[in-house]
């Protein structure tokens, strides 16, 4: 099967299409001919070294795909730890989703990491209540439009910020009551102009070092900060007095590296209690762009240039099925 291999030469992306074996299903596992994968920020940071898939997980790029079960046919989408930018992928049984019937199989590659990473923090570790304001940065990224879409049907006011005055309408298309570009402006005061100080419950932050500060500035008493990422450095100044002052706890939180199982049981909740919720259109995918992966270093290049406002996918569906695959 061909797989991406994707590498950064004096500051530009170069991917090609390398040849390998298909992957052998583990028990527990199954072949799932790709339809589309997913570009993650994660992605990146693999590239550069920094992100190494987890003990046991595939080395190949890719976090998220869309597809059809080789065996049956079963559409589906699916969560990974590696291996999600090929022809074909060993995905854990556990891990996989139906794929919605109404979207079609390429679009569904853009629901697993940014939807269930959004699941996870707001509903699993904050258990986000109804009538909470919520604060998300980067909304504009796929798992920010997600975010804030998904504290809206939980009931939450939802701020969001972009540094990109362009992508300002997206965000409010998305649902966020208050959107802010922090390009021009300092998101904790416009915050605290349009709804007074202490406003926020919980903020969901992919920023780190910079933000940290607005963050607990604005914090109600008793909020949580999620802090998911480290896009402008992971190293921050913490007023500890100002923490103590608000109860304010600071909750680290990270999907790739959790275990098999409890994956299992996150993706479970996500189809029971989220996946419906894209059949009704009550939910929606906002994708970016779309690349065949001939062109997989410009989808790499406009993610890390920050040009995308949704999900990057790769198109893997004009592929040629090898003859010994195809389905009879």
């Not at 527990?28 to 046991?56: F, M, T």
């Not at 809206?152 to 362009?166: D, I, P, Q």
């Not at 966020?176 to 926020?200: F, K, M, N, Q, S």
Request: with cysteine; charged share 20%; hydrophobic share 45%.
């Amino acid at each position: 099967m061909r797989v991406l291999q994707v590498s950064e030469e004096h500051g530009r992306y170069v991917a090609t299409m390398a040849e390998t074996e298909l992957p052998v299903p583990r028990p527990g596992e199954a072949l799932v001919r790709v339809a589309a994968s997913g570009v993650n920020r994660a992605d990146l940071s693999q590239i550069a070294g920094r992100y190494p898939p987890p003990p046991g997980e595939s080395e190949i790029l890719g976090l998220e795909v869309s597809g059809t079960i080789a065996d049956t046919g079963q559409p589906v989408c699916a969560l990974l730890a590696g291996g999600g930018h090929a022809e074909y992928a060993a995905v854990p049984v556990g891990q996989l989703l139906p794929a919605p019937r109404a979207f079609d199989l390429v679009s569904a590659a853009a629901i697993p990491e940014a939807y269930i990473t959004a699941f996870v923090n707001l509903a699993l570790e904050v258990g986000l209540r109804r009538d909470e304001t919520v604060l998300v940065h980067a909304g504009a990224s796929g798992m920010g439009l997600a975010a804030i879409q998904l504290a809206k049907s939980y009931g939450a006011r939802v701020a969001a910020t972009t540094r990109t005055a362009e992508k300002l309408p997206a965000l409010t298309a998305a649902g966020a009551d208050l959107a802010i570009d922090a390009g021009r402006e300092d998101a904790a005061a416009t915050i605290e102009r349009c709804w007074g100080p202490d406003a926020v419950d919980v903020v969901l932050d992919p920023v780190g070092a910079a933000t940290l500060p607005g963050d607990l500035r604005v914090l109600r008493p008793g909020g949580r900060v999620i802090l998911l990422a480290t896009l402008s450095g992971s190293s921050a100044e913490l007023d500890i007095a100002l923490l103590m002052k608000k109860r304010g706890r600071l909750i680290g939180s990270m999907l790739r590296g959790r275990s098999r199982d409890e994956k299992a049981q996150i993706v479970a909740r996500f189809g029971n209690e989220i996946l419906p919720a894209f059949e009704t259109g009550r939910l929606r995918v906002t994708i970016d762009s779309v690349f065949p992966p001939e062109r997989a270093a410009a989808a790499f290049q406009r993610m890390r240039e920050n040009r995308n406002t949704g999900k990057i996918l790769i198109d893997w569906s004009g592929v040629a099925t090898p003859g010994h695959l195809r389905r009879r």
